[in-house]
C-alpha cells in the first residue's frame, strides 16, 4: 500500500498520549486485516430529516468511509469530514469515498466550537476508553439546531459470539472497550438532549464477508476490494444470506442539540 502524503494528520498535544498511542496501535494493527467492506446502506441515511446539502457534517470514527460515501451519493452538497485514528482507515475512506479523512483521536475533535451541522458516529462510540468525553465532544462542535447520529451494541443477556476482548471477554469486535447492558444504559449518554429516536436493530453476521476477509487474511486473495459487495452483483447477493448474532442488537439514537 503506498502511503499519500497529503493526508490530513491531526498532531495531538495532550497528556492522555500514552493512551492514545496504544489505541493508535491496537486499532491499527485490527484495521489491517479486519476490511471494511461498503455494502448495506446505513438505516440512519433515509431517515433523517434534514438536508446535508451545503450543510458540514463530520463522519467520527469513518473507518471504510460507508457513512461518508453514503452521505455524498444522496447529498452531492454535502460538505463531509470523516475523521480516523487508523491511518489505514483513512487512506481506505478516502478511496471509498473520494473525500480527505483527517487522521485523529475524535475524543479530541480537532475542529471549532459550534462549527459542525450534523456529526454521524457509527458503531464507534464502544470503541473509545472515555464514552462521556466522546459525548461531550460532539456537542462541543455541533452548532445548536444541529443534529447527531450515534450508533452502537447492546448486549443482551444471553447474548453470544465467537471472538473475545483482550480481558478475554466475549464480544462481537476485539476492539471494543464496553459494550451497553440495556438501551436505557446507552440513551442515559445523551441525558442533555431532547428529542431522542431510538431505534434498535438486529445485528446480522455474514458468512460471505467472514470468507472473504479469512481469503485476504490467509494470502489467497492478495488485495481486498471494498467495494466488491456494493458493486459485485453476485457478491452483493450472496450478502444478502446472513445470520443474526444471538443476543445482540444495534442501537442508533438521533437527536437535536438545542
Ligand atoms: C467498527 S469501526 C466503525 C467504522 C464506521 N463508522 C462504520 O460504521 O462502518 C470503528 C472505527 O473507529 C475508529 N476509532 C476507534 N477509536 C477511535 C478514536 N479514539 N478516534 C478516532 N477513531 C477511532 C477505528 O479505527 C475504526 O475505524
Known amino acids: 500500500m503506498t502511503v499519500p502524503t497529503n493526508l490530513n494528520i491531526h498532531l495531538i498535544n495532550s497528556n492522555r498520549i500514552g493512551s492514545i498511542l496504544s489505541i493508535?496501535?491496537?486499532?491499527?494493527?485490527?484495521?489491517?486485516?479486519?476490511?471494511?467492506?461498503?455494502?448495506?446502506?446505513?438505516?440512519?441515511?433515509?431517515c433523517i430529516d434534514v438536508d446535508l446539502n451545503h450543510k458540514k457534517v463530520v463522519d467520527l470514527g469513518c473507518g471504510g468511509g460507508i457513512n461518508s460515501y453514503y452521505i455524498k451519493e444522496k447529498y452531492p452538497h454535502s460538505q463531509v469530514v470523516p475523521i480516523d485514528i487508523s491511518h489505514i482507515r483513512c487512506l481506505k475512506c478516502r478511496e471509498n469515498a473520494h473525500t480527505?479523512?483527517?487522521?485523529?483521536?475524535?475524543?479530541?475533535?480537532?475542529?471549532?466550537?459550534?462549527?459542525?451541522?450534523?456529526v454521524v458516529c457509527t458503531m464507534v462510540i464502544e470503541h473509545v476508553p472515555e464514552d462521556n468525553v466522546l459525548v461531550e465532544e460532539i456537542s462541543r462542535v455541533l452548532k445548536n439546531g444541529g443534529t447527531l447520529v450515534v450508533t452502537s451494541v447492546i448486549k443482551g443477556k444471553y447474548a453470544w459470539y465467537f471472538r473475545k476482548n483482550k480481558d478475554g471477554i466475549p464480544a462481537l469486535d476485539p476492539t471494543h472497550a464496553r459494550e451497553y447492558g440495556s438501551v436505557d444504559e446507552f440513551k442515559k449518554l445523551f441525558i442533555d438532549y431532547r428529542n431522542h429516536q431510538v431505534v434498535t436493530r438486529k445485528i446480522a453476521f455474514s458468512p460471505f464477508r467472514f470468507l472473504y476477509r479469512a481469503a485476504y487474511r490467509l494470502g489467497i486473495v492478495s488485495?481486498?476490494?471494498?467495494?466488491?459487495?456494493?458493486?459485485n452483483g453476485f457478491l452483493n447477493n450472496l450478502l444478502k444470506y446472513k445470520i443474526n448474532i444471538p443476543g445482540y442488537q444495534e442501537i442508533e439514537i438521533c437527536c437535536k442539540k438545542d
Open 24 to 46: 493508535m496501535d491496537y486499532e491499527e494493527k485490527y484495521s489491517k486485516y479486519q476490511v471494511h467492506f461498503l455494502g448495506d446502506k446505513p438505516g440512519f441515511i433515509d
Open 100 to 118: 480527505m479523512p483527517i487522521k485523529a483521536d475524535i475524543l479530541e475533535i480537532p475542529l471549532r466550537d459550534a462549527s459542525v451541522d450534523f
Open 223 to 231: 488485495s481486498v476490494d471494498s467495494k466488491a459487495f456494493l458493486t
